[in-house]
């Protein structure tokens, strides 16, 4: 299985960006799908989670309301759409994919087996 993010790039604060995250190989309509993201010096931070057993989705409380993870089967892609985004959301983000195909746990993101290269959003004025 192999991913393919991308979307990164430079914006200012309160605009908006979309992540994309291709998987390939595998069947990517049953993994779980999770966005992390990890800034300079800092641990890496589960971001948001999709599950396709229900499609239910999880986020972290300092993006809820602004950041929603997608799915797309025709094309085997999820997305990250970053809406209102602040300095702080500045990292790489990475997508990942796990065989377990729920997003209870995902936070840590110890439980991925396959993950993306990362792609870098910079928020700055």
């Known amino acids: 299985v192999q991913l393919q993010a991308s979307g990164g790039g430079s914006v200012q604060p309160g605009e908006s960006l979309r992540l994309s995250c291709v998987v390939s190989g595998g069947t990517p309509g049953y993994y779980a799908i999770g966005w992390f993201r990890q800034a300079p010096g800092m641990e890496r931070e589960g971001v948001s989670c999709?599950?396709?057993?229900?499609?239910?989705?999880r986020y972290a409380d300092s993006v809820k309301g602004r950041f929603a993870i997608s799915r797309d089967d025709t094309r085997n892609s999820f997305y990250l759409q970053m809406n209102n985004l602040k300095p702080e959301d500045t990292a790489v983000y990475y997508c990942?994919?796990?065989?377990?195909?729920?997003?209870?746990?995902?936070?840590?993101?110890?439980?991925?087996?396959?993950w993306g290269q990362g792609t870098l959003v910079t928020v700055s004025s």
């Open positions: 999709f599950s396709p057993v229900d499609g239910s989705t």
């Open positions: 990942a994919a796990d065989d377990v195909p729920v997003c209870s746990g995902y936070e840590t993101g110890l439980q991925y087996e396959y």
